[in-house]
């Protein structure tokens, strides 16, 4: 999740708007908080990019149905009478913290939509949410703590708490879940295989 300039939170797995242009229009491309979400909503997502890591990126061809960035809202209204858990990971780029107005427009539509107890907040919006929303889960993506026990107390002490790890850390961390009966969440493995393990 990021936010726009007017506290509108979306989903994009980057801070900026590159997605929404071609390669040939790349210089287009804009921080989220510096567009407003009514310039951005009716702008089909024309490539995948991915800046970290080295993988490449690649632009949609015109047979496959476009797709829009989704507000959290939406995203929140289309699955409220399901049992999906969230795991709220937000992004930013590196020269940007994000406001107290900011945090609190995010935590202000968890509340609208009753999604208290089906989100954990993960990475820099752990301590504002759980400031904003006592009973929010957190997820971990490393010990808490370097003495097991204290991680787990740590950990347990939030009414919803999840280990959110990648594939390459999983068994480090799988017999301390097991032991201290902490959910498991798996992220960045390449076949369900793999994650069903």
């Not at 010990?143 to 480090?172: G, L, Q, R, V």
Request: charged letters at 25%; proline letters at 4%.
């Amino acid at each position: 999740i990021t936010v726009t300039k007017d506290n509108i939170w979306v989903l994009s797995h980057d801070a900026h708007t590159g997605s929404l242009y071609t390669s040939a229009e790349s210089s287009k491309s804009q921080n989220m908080r510096d567009v407003t979400y009514d310039s951005i909503k009716n702008m089909p997502i024309l490539r995948q990019t991915y800046y970290t890591g080295g993988w490449p990126s690649w632009e949609f061809t015109d047979d496959i149905k476009k797709e829009y960035i989704p507000t959290l809202a939406s995203v929140f209204e289309s699955q409220k009478d399901t049992d999906l858990y969230f795991i709220l990971d937000n992004k930013y780029l590196t020269d940007y913290t994000f406001t107290d107005e900011q945090m609190d427009a995010l935590a202000a539509v968890i509340k609208e939509y009753g999604m208290e107890e089906r989100c954990a907040a993960y990475a820099a919006c752990q301590t504002p949410l759980a400031k904003r929303i006592p009973n929010i889960g957190l997820a971990f993506s490393g010990m808490p703590s370097s003495d097991e026990e204290t991680a787990a107390n740590i950990i347990k002490s939030h009414k919803n708490y999840i280990m959110s790890i990648s594939d390459t850390s999983y068994s480090d961390y799988l017999d301390f879940c097991k032991k201290y009966d902490i959910p498991l969440a798996v992220w960045m493995t390449d076949d369900y295989i793999h994650a069903d393990e």
